[in-house]
C-alpha cells in the first residue's frame, strides 16, 4: 500500500512568497495581535465587499457566535437554519443555548429553501441563519422580504463565500455588503482565501460593529491600540462578559496579502468550474451545479450530482484509485450524535433533499493551480468509470 498523497488534492491554498514577507514583517514589527495590520485587513476587506463595517475575528464560527448574541439570540431562541451545512454553523447557535431549527434545501442546489421558511417560524423564532454553501449565493432576495415581513434579523453563514456575487437591483454586488443584517466569513484553508484560521464580520449597523469589537477582546472597555498610542494613563472596564475571538497581526498580514489574490483566484475558479460543466455533461445522469441567473459563485467548491444508480462510496474510491482526492457531499447536522439528544434540534420540514444531497453528491478536485492536465485526469476518471458502468449494465 502506497503513503503517499492522492496526485490531485481535493482542495489546496494558494500561498507564496507574498504571505511569507508579510509575516516576517509583522514578527519584526514587534506587534503580533489585533494591532495594525487586523485594523488594515479589516478595512480592506470592508472596501472589498462593499460593507460600512468589517471586524476580524478567530475564526467564522465565533464570528456567528457573535452575529447571534448581536441580534439578541438568548436561551430558548429559535434559530431557523439547514442541517444540510457544516456542523459550525447550528454550533454557533447552541453556544446561545438556542434551538437550531432545520429546513429542507432546495432540489436542484445546496441552498435552503425559502419557500419552507415561513412554516418553521414559531413565537420564538429570533434569526434566520442562512449559508451560502459551497460558496454558492442563497436566495436572499427572497429570504430578507421574509425577514422584513417577520421582523426577523438575517444572519448569512458566508463561510464559503469570499468574493461571491449576487445581482441586486440590477448590479453585480459582493456577498457581505451585506444584503442581510450580518454577514460571517472563514479564512480557513479550506476556504477560497485563508490566513490559517481566521474570520470576519460585516455590518451596516455600527452598534453591532461596537459589539464585535466589545466582545472579541474580553468586553474590554480600552482596546491596546488606544492604550498604546494614549499620552494618559488609562485604567479599562468589563461591564459585561466577553470572549477572547481575536484575530492575530499575522493572520491579518497574510489576510492582506490574499484578497489582493482574490480576483485572479475567483477568475481561475470559474473557468475551471466551466470547463467541468461542460465536459461533464456528456455523463449520463451525472449533473454538474447550477448558478442561478442571478448568482455568481466563487466556486469554493464543485459539487456533482452523482446518476441516481451510482454507488457514491465506489465512485470515490475509484477516483481515489487514479489518484485523484475528492469528497463526500455536505453534512447533515442533524444525522450525527451531537444533535440527535432531545432538545438538540428541531426539523420544521422533511430533510429529505438534504440527505439525498449527503447521499448523491460529491465533491471534485477545485483550485486555482489545478492544470489542463489534472483537470483532464479527473474528467477521464470520471467518463471511463461510468462508461464500465454502462458496459456491465449493457451485458
Ligand atoms: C467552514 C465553515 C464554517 C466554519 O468556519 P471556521 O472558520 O472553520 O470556523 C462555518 N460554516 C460553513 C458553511 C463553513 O463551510
Redesign the pocket.
Known amino acids: 500500500m502506497s503513503h503517499s498523497l492522492p496526485l490531485i488534492p481535493v482542495a489546496k491554498p494558494v500561498l507564496g512568497e507574498e504571505e511569507a514577507e508579510a509575516v516576517r514583517r509583522v514578527i519584526l514589527s514587534g506587534w503580533v495581535t489585533q494591532g495594525p495590520e487586523v485594523a488594515a485587513f479589516e478595512s480592506e476587506f470592508a472596501a472589498y465587499v462593499g460593507a460600512a463595517h468589517a471586524c476580524a475575528v478567530s ?6 457566535h457573535l452575529a447571534l448574541k448581536a441580534v439578541g439570540i438568548c436561551p430558548g431562541d429559535e434559530v431557523i437554519t439547514v442541517s444540510h ?2 456542523i ?2 447550528a454550533n454557533a447557535v447552541r453556544y446561545c443555548d438556542a434551538m437550531p431549527v432545520f429546513v429542507d434545501i432546495e432540489a436542484d442546489g445546496y441552498n435552503i429553501d425559502p419557500s419552507l421558511i415561513e412554516t418553521a417560524i414559531t413565537p420564538r423564532t429570533k434569526a434566520i441563519l442562512c ?1 451560502h ?1 459551497l460558496g454558492m449565493p442563497c436566495d436572499l432576495r427572497g429570504i430578507v422580504e421574509i425577514g422584513k415581513r417577520h421582523s426577523i434579523p438575517i444572519i448569512e ?1 458566508a ?2 463565500a469570499t468574493g461571491s456575487e449576487i445581482l441586486w437591483e440590477g448590479r453585480w454586488e459582493k456577498i457581505g455588503k451585506p444584503h442581510a443584517d450580518i454577514a ?1 466569513f ?3 484553508p ?2 477560497v482565501v485563508t490566513t490559517g ?3 470576519m464580520l460585516t455590518t451596516a449597523n455600527p452598534e453591532y460593529d461596537r459589539k464585535f469589537r466589545l466582545w472579541r477582546q474580553h468586553g474590554m472597555s480600552v482596546t491596546d491600540t488606544v492604550r498604546h498610542g494614549s499620552k494618559q494613563v488609562i485604567f479599562e472596564d468589563y461591564d459585561e462578559l466577553g470572549y477572547n475571538y481575536r484575530m492575530t497581526d499575522l493572520q491579518a498580514a497574510v489576510g492582506r496579502e490574499q484578497l489582493r489574490r482574490l480576483p485572479e483566484l475567483i477568475k481561475r475558479r470559474r473557468q475551471l468550474a466551466a470547463r467541468y460543466s461542460e465536459r461533464l455533461s456528456t455523463i449520463a445522469g451525472l449533473v454538474p451545479p447550477v448558478e442561478p441567473s442571478w448568482a455568481r459563485s466563487n466556486w469554493q467548491s464543485f459539487c456533482v450530482r452523482l446518476p441516481s444508480t451510482a454507488d457514491q462510496r465506489a465512485v470515490m474510491q475509484a477516483l481515489l484509485d487514479q489518484g485523484i482526492s475528492t469528497r463526500r457531499g455536505v453534512m447533515n447536522i442533524h444525522l450525527e450524535k451531537a444533535y440527535s439528544g432531545q432538545g438538540f434540534h428541531r426539523a420544521a420540514t422533511s430533510l429529505m433533499q438534504s440527505v439525498s444531497a449527503q447521499q448523491r453528491t460529491i465533491i471534485l478536485p477545485l483550485f486555482a493551480q489545478m492544470t489542463k492536465v489534472d483537470m483532464a485526469w479527473v474528467v477521464d476518471a470520471l467518463h471511463g468509470y461510468f462508461a464500465e458502468a454502462a458496459n456491465a449494465e449493457a451485458v
Open positions: 475564526n467564522c464560527t465565533t464570528a456567528l451545512s457544516f459550525a454553523t449559508v454553501q453563514d463561510a464559503c460571517c472563514s479564512f480557513h479550506r476556504k484560521d481566521g474570520g
